[in-house]
């Protein structure tokens, strides 16, 4: 099934979606990989988050700088499961959805199910593609990391999977 979806992505939404559905996302979301996941883990143990995801969607990415006339350079997805040891705590802190490649831990599936979320795949090697769906960029934090910054974008029509939907089903288990 094809779904136009607007980000922030809520609960209802979230429910309607199912495993191996296709999304086009329009709307805000961060944009962060490892570097910027480890540093904002520092600054939530230090007791001041630099950052309030509740609500957001976090796209796995650092992208390329942007050429002539682009906005953001190619913009494909990073592995996910570089950021599993921070997926249960962050869905049970509020995060609505993520945007990655590959498989998911169970500890991750489980905190996306429990808390009602999506896990979206983006297709690797279409970096490119994405960048077109990129209206606007701005570094949130970070900046001094480069490519790994936490950055928001816009995106218009954003194609994505839903790779694990908010009951749990794994497209990677089927």
């Known amino acids: 099934m094809n779904r136009k979806v607007d980000l922030p992505l809520t609960k209802d939404v979230a429910a309607s979606l199912n495993v191996g559905d296709t999304v086009y996302l329009s709307g805000s979301m961060y944009v962060f990989r490892d570097a910027g996941h480890k540093r ?23 992208p390329c700088p942007a050429l002539k006339g682009q906005i953001l350079g190619s913009c494909g997805p990073t592995t996910s499961c570089r950021m599993d ?35 979206f795949a983006a297709i690797g ?8 769906c990129v209206t606007s960029v701005e570094v949130i934090a970070y900046e001094d990391l480069g490519t790994e910054a936490i950055r928001r974008i816009t995106v218009k029509d954003f194609p994505v999977i839903v790779a694990i939907d908010s009951q749990g089903r794994d497209i990677y288990a089927q």
């Open 85 to 119: 040891k921070y997926t249960p705590y962050m869905f049970d802190t509020g995060l609505a959805a993520q945007i990655g490649k590959g498989k998911r831990d169970k500890a991750s599936i489980e905190a996306i199910a429990r808390n009602k979320g999506v896990y």
């Open 125 to 132: 090697g279409a970096g490119a593609i994405y960048s077109k």
């Open 40 to 62: 904002l883990f520092a600054s939530i143990e230090a007791g001041n988050p630099d950052l309030d995801y509740a609500g957001e969607t976090i796209y796995f990415m650092g």
